[in-house]
């Protein structure tokens, strides 16, 4: 099999086998870890806010750690796997930081880098490359479900014009009102130009990033054995 100029040979094809294996196990930690925090998060966000969009993050939370935990603990309760097991561990990765993504409100762009970051340690440059069309692509989700739901980031919601928000002392009620005068078409106009486009062009250079070095770190690797087996038969 041809990656680039390189030729894969058994001996390679072996370590590339051996580095998954390795990987596989990093990847199933990490979601364990990924799960470990987000309860830590989670419980902490539900004691300290008792505001009606909590409701909101206990679902999105919930769900990130039950897939986390489950992915986990069959990637870790089995010796071997098929060659696909790595995409669905990225695909867990995905699926659990698009509900974390869609329970807060704020950027989650450097979350979705890490499967990115992640796949470089299989070393193939289409794995890396799927991971990052597909994290792209799951980026997008948060956007819908925040829209579906009307639980627009404050930072794109745009008032009709007109809108005027009264305050009294320290008290934020006003925005309760103003909230119902929401501009929609412009505040999704915003979360899509200031938000996911954003987001997306960052994946997107992480993501050649992460292909570049894929591909400069599988190619050494090879040349690295090659010039071992040279030397031993020489």
Request: proline content about 1%; charged content about 15%.
């Amino acid at each position: 099999m041809e990656y680039g100029e390189m030729k894969i040979n058994r001996g390679t094809k072996g370590i590339f086998e051996e580095i998954e294996k390795s990987s596989n196990i990093l990847c199933a930690k990490g979601l364990i870890a990924c799960a470990s925090i987000t309860t830590v998060i989670g419980i902490i966000a539900v004691i300290t806010d008792k505001s009606a969009y909590m409701k909101f993050v206990k679902i999105g939370f919930s769900i990130a750690v039950v897939v986390c935990a489950a992915m986990a603990w069959y990637s870790l309760s089995r010796k071997e796997h098929g060659s696909f097991h790595k995409y669905t561990l990225f695909i867990a990765w995905s699926v659990a930081i698009c509900m974390i993504a869609s329970s807060i409100d704020s950027s989650e762009s450097l979350l979705y880098a890490i499967p990115i970051i992640l796949s470089i340690r299989y070393y193939s440059v289409v794995f890396t490359l799927s991971v990052s069309v597909l994290n792209i692509i799951f980026a997008f989700i948060p956007y819908i479900i925040k829209v579906y739901i009307h639980a627009f980031p404050l930072d794109f919601i745009v008032l009709e014009q007109g809108t005027v928000i009264t305050m009294a002392g320290d008290s934020l009620d006003g925005t309760v009102n103003a909230l119902s005068t929401i501009d929609v078409t412009a505040t999704i106009t915003n979360m899509l130009t200031f938000g996911y486009l954003v987001t997306m062009s960052v994946l997107v250079v992480i993501s050649i990033f992460a292909v570049l070095l894929t591909n400069f770190t599988r190619k050494n690797i090879i040349k690295q054995y090659n010039a071992s087996r040279d030397r031993i038969e020489g």
